[in-house]
């Protein structure tokens, strides 16, 4: 049987365009965050000389983990994905993967980055990796449409890639792994609130039970947005006092953290759209910029 000029023509575009629809499901916008941190940490935990080829596997391991989680995420919230401008034309809603293609490439990848993380590099990284993907999809993702909650639920595993890189560099865990935990930790509650504030009509067509959602005025929003902001300063000058890092570093994440506040008390007095975003613009300078000299003067 005989191709049509017009069959012929569109056979070979379509393998490259359902590849990059499963690609999309990864949420590579957010991998490259998660990647960054795992990096972070597994130089900053390096006590010694720096195991490239330990990195490479705990990288590659780790996108894979990401993107599993990241296709998990979308295939659970393919409904809610449906009802909000910002996501109706991801790959699952706008009909262009299934679901069912979206659950088992969602958990082969997941799956596939914890046996990675168990052969190639250790088994506390791979454990912590497990434990990362169950509390994002099986824990945060559903407690989204049900608690205000999920949000400091979901700040756990988001914070997790800095203990993974530690951990796969030392296969251990001590207090300066957890101090890097916690400045992730409390780096994503006034990111996200921002966030949740620009985007809050769309949250509540999908039943979003975010804290910029469920109050009227904003006001429980701005709390928040200053008393994480405000402990992330001292939290994330911990490095430098236990000798992690050097002064520069220290002087540096203090002046950094005072800039990332003075957004968040803007963000929290005017409760606009406006500040929202420079909250949210300033939020990803501070975490690259922190991170750089967190390398720079590494003790």
Request: charged share 10%; net charge positive; proline share 5%.
């Amino acid at each position: 049987m005989r191709l049509e000029p017009e069959a012929a023509s569109q056979t070979p575009v379509a393998a490259p365009s359902a590849i990059w629809d499963y690609f999309e499901l990864t949420k590579p916008n957010v991998v490259w965050l998660i990647l960054m941190s795992t990096m972070v940490g597994f130089y900053v935990g390096s006590s010694t000389q720096l195991h490239v080829s330990q990195l490479i596997h705990t990288v590659l391991a780790t996108a894979l983990l990401a993107g599993g989680c990241g296709a998990l995420n979308q295939w659970w919230e393919r409904d809610l994905d449906a009802r909000m401008t910002r996501t109706e034309n991801r790959p699952l809603p706008s009909g262009r993967v299934s679901a069912n293609g979206s659950l088992w490439f969602g958990l082969a990848v997941s799956v596939g980055g914890v046996i990675y993380l168990a052969v190639a590099v250790n088994w506390l990284s791979a454990v912590i990796g497990a434990l990362t993907v169950l509390s994002y999809v099986a824990i945060y993702t559903p407690l989204k449409t049900r608690s205000p909650l999920a949000t400091f639920v979901g700040a756990v595993p988001g914070a997790a890639p800095l203990l993974l890189g530690w951990a796969a560099a030392r296969n251990a865990l001590g207090l300066e792994a957890w101090v890097l935990f916690f400045i992730l930790f409390l780096w994503q509650f006034p990111h996200f609130y921002a966030i949740g504030w620009l985007y809050r009509e769309e949250y509540r067509r999908a039943g979003v039970q975010m804290l910029p959602v469920i109050e009227k005025d904003g006001a429980g929003t701005g709390r928040h947005v200053v008393l994480y902001g405000f402990n992330l300063i001292p939290v994330s000058a911990a490095p430098w006092v236990l000798g992690l890092a050097g002064p520069v570093y220290g002087v540096a994440a203090i002046i950094l953290g005072c800039l990332y506040l003075a957004a968040g008390i803007k963000m929290a007095r005017h409760r606009t759209e406006q500040h929202a975003r420079t909250l949210l613009r300033v939020s990803v300078i501070y975490l690259p910029l922190l991170y750089l000299f967190l390398i720079a003067d590494k003790a």
